[in-house]
């Protein structure tokens, strides 16, 4: 741990403690934070590179795990720099190469909410009135793109607690001009009925079409499902989970109760456990379409964009590529991908 860079070091926090949020954020954080390991690396070996690579990847790994987007942006650099070593590559040629896949990552991923705007807005018609939930990048990438394509519509946006990232969209939306609306979770079946399209963002999506996305979204699927209204995904392919078509499972992240409720009210509680699981699973069923930066897809193909993407991956190479990612964080609670 010593021999980390600070500046590593620092990322890892910032992630950990949710000052670098949304899964696409946390994804191009991580490969910097790989780019940045190398950049000041003092090694004077490629192997000695590599092994300060691996303890960054391992340090990156344990901050969110629900975020699959994490482990596959780590998984794109450090599959290119263990080639690197098998290359016999010389020292500075190696670090150039990881730090031009790192680069490659992040732009690639920004590409991606690109394309999910363009794409996603086709489905956003003039007069439609719009929920979303959490703030996600590229859920708002579509709904900007449709705004400035001239369309209009109004939105919904549910608080989210515990930590209102709800607000940080209804900002974002309601500055661009958007009429927003900011309702609590335990208003959104109440609205439902007035709301044509519900787009979310994902953190991790599985083999089976089932979306991991911030706490209550799997609630606001079902009151969608119940009135009929489309639910949509907007989701880079890196949130596809390679590891769930062996049957892995996407652990949800649980965070401290603190969040939930002060330490100080908590004191006046003594008998009662503070439960709060950060992510919940919506089951494919509930699911419409997906927007990803390769097209629209429903969630039934995932496993095509997983096979696409990762090609027929093996559990050994899953092992070997992300050894972490089969350790058990002490908070985390697996569940059901369905
Ligand atoms: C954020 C969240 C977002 C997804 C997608 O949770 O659930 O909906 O991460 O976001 P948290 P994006 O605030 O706990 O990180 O589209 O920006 O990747």
Do not use: W
Not at 19 to 46: F, H, P
Not at 190 to 214: C, H, L, Q, S
């Amino acid at each position: 741990m010593k021999s980390l860079n600070l500046e590593v070091k620092e990322i890892a926090s910032d992630i950990r403690n949710m000052k670098i949020r949304g899964a696409g954020k946390i994804a191009r954080s991580a490969a910097n934070a790989l780019l940045v390991t190398a950049r000041r690396s003092k090694a004077k070996k490629t192997f000695e590179l590599l092994r300060e690579l691996e303890a960054s990847a391992t340090l990156l790994l344990h901050t969110r795990p629900t975020a699959v987007s994490l482990s596959n942006s780590i998984r794109y650099v450090m599959f290119r720099a263990r080639k690197v070593q098998e290359a016999n590559m010389k020292l500075e040629d190696s670090r150039a190469l990881i730090m031009e896949a790192a680069r490659q990552f992040i732009q690639n991923s920004a590409n991606a909410i690109e394309r999910i705007g363009e794409i996603g807005a086709r489905r956003i018609e003039d007069g439609d009135t719009i929920l979303t939930h959490c703030n996600s990048t590229a859920a708002s990438a579509v709904i900007k793109k449709a705004f400035s394509q001239g369309k209009r519509f109004k939105i919904f946006v549910s608080e989210t607690r515990p930590r209102f990232q709800g607000r940080i969209t209804a900002r974002i939306l309601s500055d661009l001009g958007i009429p927003t609306s900011l309702i609590v979770e335990g208003a959104i079946r109440f609205f439902m009925t007035k709301i044509d399209k519900v787009i979310v963002g994902a953190d991790a999506v599985a083999a089976n079409g089932a979306v991991v996305n911030k706490i209550g979204t799997s609630m606001v699927a079902l009151a969608a499902h119940e009135s009929r209204v489309l639910f949509f995904v907007a989701a880079e392919t890196y949130k596809f989970s390679p590891e769930t078509v062996l049957g892995k499972l996407v652990k949800i992240e649980e965070r401290d109760s603190s969040e939930v409720i002060s330490n100080h009210e908590r004191k006046r509680l003594p008998n009662v456990t503070v439960r709060n699981p950060a992510f919940d699973v919506t089951p494919p069923e509930y699911v419409d379409l997906i927007i990803t930066e390769r097209g629209i897809i429903p969630p039934q193909a995932a496993i095509m964009i997983i096979q696409r993407e990762y090609g027929s991956i093996t559990a050994e190479e899953i092992e070997y590529q992300t050894p972490q990612l089969q350790t058990k964080a002490s908070n985390d609670t697996t569940c059901r991908n369905t």
